[in-house]
C-alpha cells in the first residue's frame, strides 16, 4: 500500500482548527495524487502543544480537546478524505465523557478509506510532570492534562493488513512495539510532538533526532512491522520541535523521509508482506522467544537493584 507522512510544520496559539484543517486537506490532495491509501497525521495535530503551559484553568485546558470528532471543524477534513477514498491516522486531544465524569485523553484514530473510525488509541506513555515547574524554560505538563489511556496497545485489521498505533514518548519503549509485534502488527502509525530540548536532561538535546530514529528503527527491525512516524515540527511560541517524519520498513530501513520543518509529505510504497521475512524467521517469536525463561525481572515496573 502507499502510505504519506503527513508532517505538519508549526501550530501557533493563534491558529484556529479550521486554519489547521485547511493545510491538512493540503497535504491529503497532495497524498491522493501521489496515490496514498493512507495518510498519516502527527499528534495533536489540530492545536499548538499546549502541555508547554501551566493553565490552572480547566475551561482554559479544555479549549485545546475536541468533544466530538469528526466536529464541525474537523468535518471538511473527513468528507474530503471519504470523497478521495484516503484513510487517516489523526492526533487530538479527546475529552471523553464516561461514568465517572469527563476524561482527558492524547488520542489517535485510524479512519478507513470510506470515512468510518476503525481504530482509536489513547496515549499509555504519558511523558514530562503534573506540577507547574517555573525553572523550565517550557513546560511538558503531560501528566496534569491528560489522563493514562486505559485500553493499552491493540491492532486493527485495516487497509489490507494489521495495524497498530502508539503517540510520541510511546516510541522511546521497547514494549509499545512488542505488545504490538504480539498481536502480528505489519504496520504502527506514530504521531509526535518533541521538542529539540529536553530540560532535565540538555546533554540528550544533541542526540534528539537519532534518538527519534533509533527507537523507531530498533522497533520496527525487531517486530518486524513497517513504522511511520510523523512530526508537528518547527518553532511553535518560541520553542523549537524537530522534524525528520520518516517511513521505515521491517529491515529498520529509513525508506522515505521528510526533510524541511514545515508542511510536508514523504510517501512511500509500503509492501506489508516484507513483515513475512523477519516474522517467519530472525523474530518468529512461537519458535526463538523464550518468554518462559526471562525469570521474575519480566513483569518489573522499575530497576531492580543488582544481583537480586
Ligand atoms: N514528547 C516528547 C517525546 O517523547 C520528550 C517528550 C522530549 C522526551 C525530548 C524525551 C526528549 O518525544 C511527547 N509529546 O511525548
Redesign the pocket.
Known amino acids: 500500500m502507499t502510505v504519506a507522512a503527513a508532517q505538519l510544520g508549526p501550530v501557533q496559539r493563534h491558529h484556529t482548527r479550521s486554519e489547521v484543517v485547511e493545510r491538512m486537506v493540503v497535504l491529503l490532495q497532495r497524498a491522493a495524487s501521489s496515490g496514498c491509501e493512507l495518510v498519516v497525521f502527527p499528534?495533536?495535530a489540530l492545536t499548538t502543544?499546549f502541555?508547554r503551559w501551566y493553565m490552572d484553568d480547566q475551561a482554559e485546558v479544555d479549549a485545546f480537546f475536541e468533544s466530538e470528532m469528526p466536529g464541525p471543524e474537523t468535518q471538511p477534513l473527513f468528507r474530503e478524505a471519504a470523497r478521495l477514498g484516503v484513510g487517516m491516522y489523526l492526533g487530538y486531544a479527546e475529552l471523553a465523557a464516561t461514568d465517572s465524569g469527563p476524561a482527558h485523553y492524547?488520542t489517535a484514530i485510524l479512519v478507513e478509506r470510506d470515512g468510518s473510525i476503525v481504530g482509536k488509541y489513547r496515549?499509555v506513555?504519558?511523558?514530562?510532570h503534573a506540577d507547574h515547574e517555573p525553572r523550565r524554560p517550557f513546560q511538558?505538563l503531560?501528566k496534569r492534562y491528560f489522563d493514562v489511556g486505559p485500553e493499552g496497545f491493540r491492532t486493527y485489521k485495516a487497509f489490507g493488513g494489521v495495524v497498530g498505533m502508539a503517540?510520541?514518548?510511546?516510541?522511546?519503549w521497547p514494549e509499545t512495539y512488542r505488545l504490538l509485534g504480539l498481536q502480528g502488527v505489519e504496520l504502527v502509525l506514530i504521531g509526535?510532538?518533541?521538542?529539540?530540548?529536553?530540560p532535565p536532561?540538555p546533554e540528550?538535546?544533541l542526540l534528539?533526532t537519532f534518538?527519534?530514529h533509533l527507537v523507531m528503527q530498533a522497533g520496527a527491525y525487531q517486530n518486524g512491522t513497517w513504522v511511520v512516524g510523523v512530526a508537528k515540527a518547527g518553532t511553535e511560541e518560541g520553542v523549537p520541535m524537530?522534524g525528520q517524519s520518516a517511513i521505515i520498513a521491517p529491515s529498520g530501513e529509513i525508506v522515505a523521509q521528510c526533510s524541511t520543518l514545515g508542511d510536508e509529505l514523504a510517501v512511500a510504497r509500503c509492501d506489508l508482506d516484507l513483515c513475512t521475512s523477519y516474522k517467519t524467521t530472525v523474530f518468529d517469536f512461537e519458535r526463538h522467544r523464550q518468554i518462559e525463561h526471562y525469570g521474575p525481572i519480566a513483569t518489573q515496573r522499575g530497576a531492580v537493584p543488582p544481583g537480586s
Open positions: 499528534e495533536l502543544f502541555p492524547n496515549k506513555h504519558l511523558p514530562g511538558h503531560e503517540l510520541c514518548n510511546d516510541r522511546r509526535y510532538n518533541t521538542p529539540v530540548h529536553n536532561a540528550h538535546d534528539g534518538h527519534n524537530i
